[in-house]
């Protein structure tokens, strides 16, 4: 199998002006590159550039995949949006890494495939773009997005059984597309997912209400909501949405169900039986559905034999015209003829006359060795 590597980077912020373009040229000749964008395949050689220096420089994200099995996420954050501290609360190991430029932090997440599966047919174009909104909804203070770094880390058994859970940020179970697109390119395991979501708030019960938003901007300062207004309609800041979510949330907690806490160890047990569980229920209703298959074609064998036995002398006399025609295709259809008669006698206490009539037909036609062999082949040897 050929080599596949897909970069992508993306600058959502800011657009690249001219030089900052050039700048990236450099570093390949093949990759599409516009004012948002960085793109490139390789199925030899590769990228010439550093990633984690472009994430700093240019871009907001970034996404790699290569068909080995190897799978990298960056979203890079405005440092006032994003507190390292928090980010570092979570990402805890080798699979999730956060750290910082002068303005920015960034979160490196990643999924390595130790076993080397080979991936055929991956391919990289739009897995970015589904998964780039959660980067606004981590700059509004949904933190979701962290904790499924953290459970990545859990995975890869990069954490001591004893590692303390961080907090459980609400919603869970009830993921946004971005970051259900997020689950699927890092290869989350579901199991363990929905076992560390079972300790997670409804995220209803903790996203603000329009009603309360309206209330706390109405208690802004006027000079503060011009200057709000003022960003807006220029343009100037486009996490501004995500800036004002993020006060209200820090100057409107919203105090969470105190919950035991719970360990590394304890999910990855959690998820194993919750795996054995749904494996045992998975294997019995196979079981179900087998013998349900088995009887239905059992009674459908049987319907068949009725419709047989109506006419049993017209079956004998079909056989024989099939016969007769001296094709492969109608000695095929003989024979299952011959099958189902036999089968018929057998279950009617008339397995003799059975025998008495294909020794008969086999004597009749003994100079057709291709029609003899087919009996053969399926026990009607007399």
Request: glycine letters at 6%; aromatic letters at 6%; proline letters at 5%.
């Amino acid at each position: 199998m050929s080599e596949y590597q897909y970069y992508e980077f993306a600058a959502v912020d800011r657009p690249l002006d001219r030089q900052q373009q050039a700048e990236l040229r450099s570093l390949s000749t093949r990759a599409d590159i516009t004012a948002t964008s960085f793109i490139n395949t390789y199925e030899w050689g590769d990228f010439k550039g550093d990633p984690r220096d472009l994430m700093a420089r240019y871009f907001d994200a970034h996404l790699y995949l290569a068909n080995w099995g190897s799978r990298r996420l960056m979203v890079r954050l405005p440092a006032g949006l994003l507190d390292l501290d928090t980010a570092t609360e979570y990402c805890v190991g080798d699979s999730a890494i956060a750290w910082a430029t002068t303005d920015h932090v960034v979160l490196d997440l990643n999924r390595q495939d130790d076993e080397g599966s080979d991936e055929f047919g991956i391919d990289g174009y739009g897995r970015l773009g589904s998964i780039i909104p959660v980067r606004a909804e981590l700059a509004a203070g949904d933190l979701r997005l962290l904790y499924v770094a953290w459970l990545r880390c859990v995975q890869s058994d990069e954490l001591s059984d004893e590692e303390p859970e961080p907090p459980v940020p609400a919603g869970m179970r009830d993921l946004t597309g971005s970051l259900a697109a997020v689950v699927e390119f890092l290869d989350l395991d579901k199991d363990l997912l929905a076992v560390a979501a079972s300790a997670s708030p409804d995220l209803a019960t903790t996203a603000p209400k329009p009603a309360e938003l309206r209330h706390w901007i109405a208690g802004l300062p006027t000079t503060e909501k011009d200057a709000i207004l003022g960003r807006l309609i220029t343009g100037a800041d486009r996490q501004l949405r995500g800036e004002l979510l993020r006060r209200y949330r820090v100057e409107h907690p919203v105090e969470q169900p105190v919950m035991e806490p719970r360990t590394a160890g304890q999910l990855i047990e959690a998820a194993d039986q919750v795996r054995a569980e749904r494996v045992r229920r998975t294997a019995e209703e196979r079981e179900r559905t087998r013998v349900r298959q088995e009887r239905a074609a059992r009674q459908a064998r049987q319907r068949h034999l009725d419709e047989l036995a109506v006419d049993e002398p017209a079956a004998w006399r079909q056989v024989a015209t099939l016969i007769d025609m001296k094709r492969p295709r109608e000695y095929d259809i003989a024979v299952q003829l011959l099958v189902d008669l036999r089968e018929l006698s057998d279950r009617d206490g008339r397995a003799t006359s059975f025998r008495q009539q294909l020794v008969e037909l086999r004597a009749r036609h003994a100079r057709k060795p291709s029609l003899l062999e087919r009996l053969d082949l399926v026990g009607l040897n007399g």
